[in-house]
């Protein structure tokens, strides 16, 4: 804002030197009839926003001027960090919500949709500027209000342009917390889908490992019962020779008795 009063206090001094000049000359031709107009007195960056909107803007009467600020997404004023001494009123600093300067919604606003709505209402333009507020084109051509109107339809008039701000407003937030929601919700369907194929993937191995373990034990318990059939069928074996060696030496035993009795 302090670059767009810089930029606007030297086409403003201009334009009052212009007037003053057309003055003069105007005092000078019609002298004779008694008509007199005041003179302007220089204009500063302090006293530009109390000029009238024909000189911050001039707009040649029948023209279909567009004016706009920044892109749209951009925001329009960036903080200072000390006091403006230019505005001592705080008339700069503008409290009021301006959803189109919320780098927040400039993805939301992005949308094929949103754009064409946005070009086709007049808030944009065709390089997707941000149109100036519509109050400017309801602006009569001499750039001052008319004299008909009082202050109870001033009034009326600004509560009409606040309430349907307002409802605009309530609307993109209502449109920007609608898309919170269903990102979140999207996000949540995410993490539950990942939960469940976490959980599918670690029973998955918990089966296999227990498999693993039964095949294991299984494995151990028959290598065990193999180990033990040997040891049985050879303890068998010697017990049978031992039996057979008995034997032979009782039939021995019994032939050399035999033989010496006879």
């Not at 403003?12 to 009839?33: E, G, I, M």
């Not at 302090?46 to 000029?51: I, K, R, V, W």
């Not at 094929?112 to 209402?121: P, S, T, V």
């Not at 309530?170 to 919170?180: A, I, N, S, T, V």
């Amino acid at each position: 804002m302090e670059l767009y009063l810089g930029a606007c206090s030297k086409p403003a001094n201009v334009a009052v030197t212009k007037t003053v000049a057309s003055v003069l000359a105007a005092d000078t031709q019609q002298c004779r009839d008694g008509v007199h107009k005041t003179h302007f007195a220089g204009v500063g960056p302090a006293q530009l926003l109390d000029l009238p909107l024909g000189v911050k803007l001039p707009v040649i009467p029948g023209s279909n001027a567009v004016f706009y600020t920044t892109n749209f997404g951009e925001k329009l004023f960036r903080p200072s960090y000390g006091f403006n001494l230019t505005d001592p009123y705080c008339r700069l600093l503008e409290n009021q919500y301006k959803s189109l300067h919320d780098p927040h919604l400039k993805a939301y606003y992005k949308r094929k949709d949103i754009l064409k709505r946005l070009k086709k209402g007049g808030y944009i333009t065709s390089n997707n500027k941000r149109i100036l507020a519509k109050q400017l084109h309801n602006i009569p051509e001499n750039n001052q209000i008319p004299q008909h109107c009082d202050v109870a339809q001033v009034q009326n008039w600004l509560l009409k342009e606040g309430t349907e701000s307002i409802k605009d407003q309530e609307r993109l937030m209502r449109h920007r917390y609608l898309d919170m929601i269903s990102r979140k919700l999207e996000q949540l369907e995410r993490t539950a889908e990942e939960q469940r194929l976490f959980l599918m993937d670690r029973e998955e191995r918990r089966q296999r490992e227990h498999t693993r373990r039964k095949l294991t034990l299984r494995r151990k318990i028959e290598e065990e019962w193999k180990t033990k059939e040997m040891l049985l069928l050879t303890r068998m074996a010697e017990d049978v020779k031992r039996e057979e060696r008995i034997e032979e030496q009782r039939h021995r035993n019994r032939e050399e008795s035999d033989r010496k009795v006879g």
